[in-house]
Structures are given as C-alpha cells and as structure tokens.
C-alpha cells in the first residue's frame, strides 16, 4: 500500500515539475523574441559559419601575408594531401576554405589562379 502511495507522489510530482519546466521554457522564449535576443543569435550563428576571415585562413594554411601565391598553393596541396590519407574530412574542408578566401585576396592583387 505505501508502495503505490510512492508511486503515485512520484508520478504526479515529475508531472507538476514537467509542466513548470515547460512553462519556464515558453516564458524564456518569449522574453527572448521581445527583446530580439533570438534572431540576433540566429543571425550571429549564421554569420559565423559561413564566413571565413583572411587571417583565419593563413592560420589554417600557416602563411603569413607576404608568403606569394605559389607558397599558398605549396602549402594548400601538402595540407591537403595529409589529410586526405589521414582521413580528417573536417580539416580537409577547412584547408580548402581556406585556399578560396585567399584565391580571392591574391586576385584583387593581381597574382593568378591556379
């Protein structure tokens, strides 16, 4: 008897918790979509990942910014190429993200592609 009266305090008080929990989540959601926290997040998150600075992409690639572009290309395939037997897909995507945004960098300056 005192078994089932356990049981049933336990069931009843984790849905009363459930519930409060869940209220506090919409009340924290809401509060954040009036003051605009939630779409500037968004925003920030959106912006982060997609772009990739010049300074990122040296440090990727290990060049500093008198290095030519031929020494960009020289490190771009051995990064590139270790990784591609090592397996790391990640930091192979990183390496070759990287060589883009300087690809663009070195033809605003006027040294080719390649």
């Known amino acids: 008897m005192a078994a089932k009266i356990l049981a049933n305090l336990i069931v009843m008080g984790s849905g009363i918790l459930g519930r409060a929990v869940l209220q506090a989540y919409r009340k924290a959601l809401e509060n954040a979509n009036k003051t605009g926290v939630a779409n500037e997040t968004i925003q920030n998150i959106r912006r982060v990942s997609k772009v990739m600075t ?20 020289q490190k771009y395939d051995a990064l590139f ?34």
């Open 54 to 73: 010049e300074q990122e992409a040296r440090q990727i690639l290990g060049i500093s910014e008198q290095s030519t572009w031929k020494e960009v290309l």
């Open 81 to 114: 190429e270790r990784n591609a037997k090592q397996g790391s897909f990640y930091l192979q995507s990183k390496v070759h993200r990287a060589k883009e945004c300087l690809e663009a960098v070195y033809q605003g300056k006027g040294e080719g592609k390649g």
